[in-house]
């Protein structure tokens, strides 16, 4: 049985900068994998090498037990559809309004009737609980809904697999508690595998089933959050004790 | 220096080509699963934003261009008795020229600088990245309606800006010159060939081209946020306009 995403000893530079540094991550069906690391370390880079957008220049990315970099355009496309993402700023599409931007990949890549297909939508509405902005247009919805509606997006042609990035960025600390019970919730419901990439200690340890430390491109720590609560490693403690996790 | 401009050039180049190709394919994928390559409301919308929305700027811009061209001629032809030569020229000047040429550059300026932006502010708010991560195919969805409803609608427009440019000749020809509506028409098509049409038709089919793939790859290579938009966006501009003037000449040069 494959895990459902695996990288291996991934390198990626970019203008000469190395990103990435023999990277090795794996997760499981159901698992929450977080990814932690200050900004700039990576994270972002991972996710794009997970959905093909960026090829390592060594190493390797499986998605259910598939090399990436092998897969030809049109797999590529079809992977792709099998993987859900919420943008750091849930880059919705800014001239669709809520209901086109859900049924954007049901209508564009199956053949889903009509009605079948705004079912889906307020299904997965009502998951977020934004069945009331149905018909508004992105430049109407705040932070948090935005990325709410983001995740609805994300879960409309059911994932195999699920990315994150900083769900809780830019959101003030409520929403941010908000999002994260959210992530909880649809795991729960749905048994969907999920990879996070956050900054926030505190939102790690509450989601995360699976956690990696990133720092300069490298993975400097790794294991379940109460692993993570005893580690030595230095940088995982200055994260613990910015979270207020640790004196 | 000079080899470094001439390099970055060819790569540009060849980018704008790939894009033609990339987007080419996706549309064609999309196509084999029986699919529209795009949305139709996408397309339609583009072409009215493109046609629709030129037809005033052209209309006007071309009228008085029309106007002084048979002004012009016609005053310095007058002292020569050959002032009924106006209609040909601005007939044969706007139809194989200037209307295409004329059309291109508002074109570029217009729906150019558009494209540009619109695609450069998705570009810097990941919505194409998203799109493309959906695997829904960004320039399918994107460029493709775009570049389409450019390249098709360019001739409609040149034909329109022909018909402002003859009215607008026209006009001035019976206020300066005394020659009548009918006598204008008459002598303004029997000075016209079928090849004088099918070039400017086909220079225009080029040229819609052109301004689309420019816009739509500088729209999308855009780099560094709110000013990379109007940085891209007035380099768009600029290199439209100086290729479709490059174009017209070397098509010129090919044809004559």
């Not at chain 1, 794996?26 to 690391?37: I, S, T």
């Not at chain 1, 939508?121 to 247009?137: G, I, P, Y």
């Not at chain 1, 956050?198 to 490298?218: D, Y």
Request: aromatic share 6%; hydrophobic share 50%.
């Amino acid at each position: 049985m494959h895990p459902v995403m695996e990288m291996r000893d991934v390198e990626f530079a970019f203008d000469q900068k190395k990103i990435l540094d023999g990277v090795s991550l794996r997760a499981e069906q159901g698992d929450r994998l977080v990814v932690l690391g200050t900004s700039g370390s990576g994270k972002s880079t991972i996710l794009r090498q997970i959905l093909g957008i960026l090829h390592p220049q060594r190493g390797s990315v499986f998605f259910q037990g598939q090399e990436v970099a092998k897969l030809e355009r049109r797999q590529l496309s079809q992977m792709r559809g099998r993987i859900g993402m919420v943008f750091q700023y849930a880059a919705l599409v800014s001239s669709l309004n809520v209901r086109d931007n859900l049924a954007l990949p049901l209508e564009e890549l199956t053949d889903k009737p009509a009605d079948e297909i705004e079912k889906i939508v307020d299904e997965k509405l009502a998951l977020v609980e934004l069945t009331e902005a149905k018909m508004k247009m992105p430049a109407e919805l705040s932070g948090g809904m935005k990325k709410r509606v983001g995740i609805a997006r994300a879960l409309v042609h059911e994932p195999e697999l699920i990315l994150f990035d900083e769900p809780s960025a830019g959101l003030d600390p409520v929403t941010a508690v908000v999002i994260d019970d959210l992530i909880l919730d649809l795991s729960a419901k749905t048994n969907v595998t999920a990879v996070i990439v956050t900054h926030l200690m505190q939102s790690a340890l509450k989601i995360a089933t699976q956690m990696a430390m990133l720092n300069e491109g490298k993975i400097v720590a790794e294991g379940t959050p109460d692993e993570m609560r005893a580690s030595s490693n230095e940088i995982v403690q200055d994260f613990l004790a910015a979270a207020g996790e640790k004196s | 220096m000079a080899l470094d401009w001439i390099k970055r050039a060819f790569q540009h180049l060849s980018s704008v080509v790939w894009l033609l190709i990339g987007t080419a394919r996706e549309a064609g994928d999309h196509m084999a699963r029986g699919r529209l390559p795009f949305r139709a409301s996408v397309f339609f919308e583009q072409t009215d934003r493109a046609g629709v929305g030129s037809i005033p700027l052209i209309v006007m811009v071309s009228w008085f261009l029309g106007l002084t061209m048979a002004l012009l001629t016609g005053y310095e032809l007058r002292p020569y008795g050959q002032e009924r030569l106006v209609p040909g020229l601005v007939a044969v000047g706007f139809t194989r020229e200037l209307g295409p040429l004329m059309t291109g550059i508002m074109l570029a300026a217009r729906i150019g600088a558009a494209f540009t932006a619109e695609l450069g502010t998705m570009v810097i708010g990941e919505e194409v990245e998203a799109i493309e991560a959906m695997g829904v195919g960004a320039l399918r969805f994107l460029v493709a309606p775009r570049l389409l409803a450019v390249f098709l609608l360019t001739p409609c427009l040149v034909v329109v800006s022909d018909v402002a440019a003859l009215c607008g000749g026209a006009l001035i020809s019976k206020m300066q010159l005394g020659m009548s509506f009918r006598y204008f028409g008459h002598t303004a098509l029997d000075s016209l060939f079928v090849h004088d049409i099918l070039d400017g038709v086909l220079k225009s089919f080029l040229f819609g081209l052109l301004i689309g793939l420019i816009a739509c790859y500088k729209g999308l290579t855009i780099r560094g946020g709110a000013a990379g938009v109007g940085e891209a966006t007035t380099t768009s501009v600029v290199t439209a306009i100086a290729a479709v003037i490059a174009f017209d000449s070397l098509f010129n040069l090919i044809r004559f």
